[in-house]
Structures are given as C-alpha cells and as structure tokens.
C-alpha cells in the first residue's frame, strides 16, 4: 500500500511529489494501491498541466501492469470541478480509480482493490 499526502504542498511540487512515489512503486515491480491526499482549497487550472500529461503518460503503462487502484482524497468541491476527469480516471491512469473527500473510505477502497485477484502483467501474458 503505498500513501501519499500532498495536502499541503504547492499543486506543482505535490505533483511531481505523487510521480515520484508511483515511479519508486513502479520500480519494485510488484502490485500495489495508491492513497493520494490531494490538496484542498477552491479547485482551478493550474500551470504546469502539460508535465503531469507526459508524467501520466509515461506512468500509465506500469500502472496498468501493477497498480491495483488508486484512491484520490480530494474536497466535495473539488470533485465536483472535476467530474469529468474523475469519470475518465482508469482510462486516464491506466488502472481502476476512485475519488472520495473521506481518507478512511479511500484507504478501504485501496485495500479492498489489493486484496481482489489481480489481472495478469503484459510480461505474464
């Protein structure tokens, strides 16, 4: 289970924060779920949007092969902003999504996706 709590960074740097913890959970090559604390505050368009498309990207196919899910913490508010980014989360990610303004129920989530029979990796095919 891997938990990542950018809450309080800057959008850009909890960003690259997220990359680098998937990335680190990538390269130990074994399944795993995600529990992102998001940021809070009024949602809106920020800079830098184009580097977390390519850091998508370039995560996307690992976590298609390894992540059981990942569970995005994020305000009622934010959610809301966001519905159609959220709706298009596992084509976005590569691997199922949820988003919740409830840790516990994300962290259920997380587990509950890690604990399900996992699909087999492109290597394993």
């Given at each position: 289970m891997?938990?990542?709590e950018?809450?309080?960074?800057?959008p850009?740097v909890?960003?690259?924060?997220i990359g680098?913890v998937?990335?680190?959970a990538?390269e130990?090559r074994?399944?795993f779920?995600?529990?992102?604390?998001m940021?809070?505050?009024?949602?809106?368009?920020?800079?830098g949007?184009?580097e977390?498309v390519?850091?998508?990207?370039?995560?996307?196919?690992g976590?298609?092969?390894?992540?059981a899910g990942?569970a995005?913490?994020v305000?009622?508010e934010?959610?809301q902003?966001?519905?159609?980014?959220?709706r298009?989360?596992?084509?976005?990610?590569?691997?199922?999504t949820t988003?919740?303004?409830?840790?516990?129920a994300?962290?259920?989530w997380a587990r509950?996706?890690l604990a399900?029979?996992a699909?087999?990796t492109?290597?394993e095919?």
């Amino acid at each position: 289970m891997v938990v990542v709590e950018v809450s309080a960074l800057d959008p850009a740097v909890g960003a690259r924060r997220i990359g680098d913890v998937l990335t680190a959970a990538l390269e130990r090559r074994e399944p795993f779920a995600a529990v992102l604390t998001m940021p809070e505050g009024r949602p809106r368009k920020l800079a830098g949007a184009g580097e977390r498309v390519r850091l998508i990207r370039t995560l996307q196919p690992g976590l298609r092969d390894r992540c059981a899910g990942l569970a995005f913490v994020v305000s009622a508010e934010a959610q809301q902003a966001h519905a159609k980014v959220i709706r298009a989360g596992a084509k976005l990610w590569g691997c199922p999504t949820t988003a919740t303004h409830d840790p516990a129920a994300a962290l259920a989530w997380a587990r509950q996706q890690l604990a399900a029979p996992a699909p087999r990796t492109e290597e394993e095919r």
